[in-house]
């Protein structure tokens, strides 16, 4: 006869797959995350390189250049900033779903252990309730 502690262990390692599953996601996540914001002080840094580079003696057509160039930057720094903050939500949602299948697999782990001591009690009891048989038989004898 199966236990209900070994009944529910099909689920318990289910539970444990889905929050190990996403505990992975959320490694990768926090790795795009971080690759992100990396390329986004990247462009911060080279467009405040590239902005105090220039020197007076430069033509109109390359000041012109130049500041084309920088506008450039500015769009990438933008649209970086849009992916940081796509990648920062994602990474909040990545996080609350890892913490629910965490909580999941706790939660069946605590009715497990409950489950076990429960039955432990029970073998105790009715090991005592043996062991008091045979002293009551010897006595009877």
């Known amino acids: 006869m199966n236990s209900r502690a070994q009944q529910l262990q099909p689920a318990v390692e ?8 996403a ?5 990768t996540q926090q790795q795009l995350l971080a690759r992100a914001e990396h390329q986004l002080s990247e462009l ?11 020197d007076g003696a430069q033509s109109v057509a390359a000041l012109l250049n130049r500041q084309q160039f920088v506008e ?17 939500r994602q990474l909040a949602q990545v996080r609350d779903h890892w913490r629910r ?9 605590s009715v497990v252990a409950q489950h076990r001591e ?3 009690r029970a073998a105790d009891r009715h ?6 048989e045979r002293m009551q038989y010897r006595r009877q004898r």
Do not use: P
């Open 44 to 54: 911060q840094r080279y467009r405040q390189e590239y902005a105090a580079g220039g």
């Open 23 to 27: 505990l992975a996601q959320l490694a």
């Open 118 to 120: 429960e039955e432990r």
């Open 101 to 109: 299948a965490h909580a999941r697999e706790s939660a069946l782990d």
């Open 14 to 21: 289910q539970a444990r797959q889905r929050s190990e599953d």
């Open 72 to 88: 450039r930057i500015d769009r990438a720094i933008l649209q970086q900033e849009a992916e940081v903050a796509r990648q920062s």
């Open 127 to 132: 090991e005592q309730a043996e062991v008091d």
